[in-house]
């Protein structure tokens, strides 16, 4: 099946940036280098074309309750404008995709997807629909998205876009009626820095695009850097640090798992596996050496094999070589040490935080 291609596919080609699958869809993976595009958004600006990201909105009077029943945090009561990171579970606690939920209105819920996962979450949302009286709208093709990132990001969309947001905190969303057009921005991001995410039809998303790019305040940024930058500081990635086999409570995100709220699917196996404790976690690791630890790579305690690495790199922004890995729960401890396998070698390193870079965001 040939992958698609987002509304600003076009001004990845004319900008000469190097093009690659992902997710189903051809993507930018960088413009100039990774070094760069990952160093403008920690100490400017850097935006990004994320049109390849999946929305569901979930109205009717059942909203809240069906919303409820299919992810793992607490939206009740919510108030207008705020947003929720949380997963999706399977009955075993294994993860369906983590996902951003928005509260839009009473009732009204824009739900955020992984562009890999957009298919099957779909699926998996109709099949729980039963029972609630909610209008589900699949609106992935209707939506472009772009995300300003960095600590310039407020100016950039105050000033270039004239998107006023300078009021939103951390992970609230509002609505602006631009040109008869419903167009959403919220203060979020994938890169521990501020930053800003704007969803729109595909030609309102080309505008703003090209208006960033002539500004000269914002440079262009692939999926490389995203990679990258949400690595550093601890962003899980699915596929890699959640999947199918990975829970939230193995990934080390229990605290977006309310399991104190009514029942949820996948609630009793999250429950168990925090009051029994779970046989494998993903821990964080940095090695002495400037070896590169990459995904896949085995990861042995006193030369016995005890996980694999989840992803790595040697961090831009601190210059150390360090990886998130799925390893047994016996050797997560800070401190530990361990060895990654590279090739015939292996080389030393020890467990330390998975936030290998502090977070920027404007709370």
């Not at 995709?97 to 109709?126: H, R, S, T």
């Not at 709220?261 to 925090?274: C, M, N, P, S």
Request: glycine share 10%; proline share 4%.
């Amino acid at each position: 099946m040939e992958n698609k291609k987002t509304c600003l596919y076009d001004e990845h080609v004319s900008l000469g940036a190097l093009i690659s699958p992902f997710g189903g869809f051809e993507m930018p993976i960088q413009y100039t280098s990774i070094i760069d595009e990952h160093n403008a958004v920690r100490n400017a600006c850097g935006v990004f074309d994320v049109s390849h990201m999946g929305e569901v909105r979930i109205t009717g009077p059942d909203a809240e309750k069906y919303v409820s029943h299919i992810f793992t945090n607490d939206i009740s009561g919510a108030p207008i404008g705020k947003i929720f990171y949380g997963m999706m579970c399977y009955p075993d606690g294994g993860t369906v995709d983590d996902l951003l939920v928005y509260c839009m209105g009473p009732q009204d819920y824009f739900l955020v997807i992984n562009a890999a996962n957009i298919d099957k979450d779909v699926e998996w949302m109709k099949q729980h629909l039963e029972g609630y009286d909610v209008k589900m709208d699949h609106c992935s093709d209707y939506y472009g998205q772009i995300a300003v990132q960095g600590p310039e990001a407020e100016d950039v969309v105050e000033g270039v876009l004239q998107l006023p947001c300078k009021e939103l905190v951390f992970y609230t969303t509002k609505t602006l009626d631009i040109d008869g057009e419903q167009v959403i921005v919220s203060r979020t991001g994938y890169t521990g820095e501020d930053g800003f995410e704007i969803y729109g039809s595909h030609d309102f998303i080309r505008r703003q695009w090209r208006l960033l790019m002539e500004s000269g305040r914002c440079k262009p940024c692939g999926l490389g850097c995203r990679d990258t930058l949400r690595f550093e500081v601890g962003l899980p990635l699915y596929g890699d640090e959640l999947s199918p086999e990975i829970s939230p409570i193995m990934a080390g995100l229990g605290m977006f798992c309310k399991l104190d709220k009514a029942d949820f699917i996948g609630k009793e196996a999250l429950v168990a596996q925090k009051a029994n404790g779970v046989s494998k976690r993903v821990i964080g690791i940095e090695l002495e050496d400037r070896a590169v630890p990459r995904h896949g790579y085995a990861v042995l305690h006193d030369g016995v094999k005890v996980g694999e690495v989840t992803t790595g790199y040697r961090s831009i922004s601190t210059d150390k070589s360090v990886c998130m890995a799925l390893v047994d729960t016996a050797c997560a401890a800070i401190g530990t040490p361990l060895e990654i396998q590279i090739r015939k070698k292996t080389f030393p390193g020890k467990v330390v935080k998975k936030r290998f870079y502090d977070k920027h965001y404007k709370k």
